[in-house]
């Protein structure tokens, strides 16, 4: 009787696993979600703020980079981004903008003389 009763009890167990293990393999996992792709377009409002002020632009993360940094392509384009901004934000408020220059000394003495 006992070894009936453990049979019996090894025999659902054995379906219980077998279900559970079933049904664990027909569920599948739900698709992940798509990556963000960020897509940011800002046009710098007009105005006439700076109208006859004169401004240069030179290279606004040149010095705060890591050496073993400088040459990766996000360092390059993020740097350009950020004087593509600047540009079109002086520009669109009504400043006379030169450059961008990699540094100070690219300037000529005119074109640094006339720069606030």
């Given at each position: 009787m006992k070894s009936q009763a453990s049979s019996i009890l090894v025999g659902v167990l054995l379906a219980w696993l077998s279900l559970t293990l079933a049904a664990c393999?027909?569920?599948?996992?739900?698709?992940?979600?798509?990556?963000y792709n960020p897509n940011?377009?800002?046009k710098a409002p007009t105005s006439e703020a700076g109208k006859g002020i004169s401004i240069a632009i030179?290279?606004?993360i040149s010095g705060l980079v890591g050496e073993q940094?400088?040459?990766e392509p996000v360092v390059e384009n993020t740097q350009r981004a950020i004087e593509k901004s600047?540009?079109?934000y002086l520009t669109?408020?009504?400043f006379t903008v030169s450059g961008p220059y990699r540094s100070i000394d690219d300037m000529t003495f005119?074109?640094?003389n006339k720069q606030i």
């Open positions: 393999a027909c569920a599948s996992a739900p698709d992940p979600p798509a990556a940011y377009s800002y030179i290279r606004p940094y400088k040459d600047m540009l079109d669109a408020s009504g005119p074109e640094k």
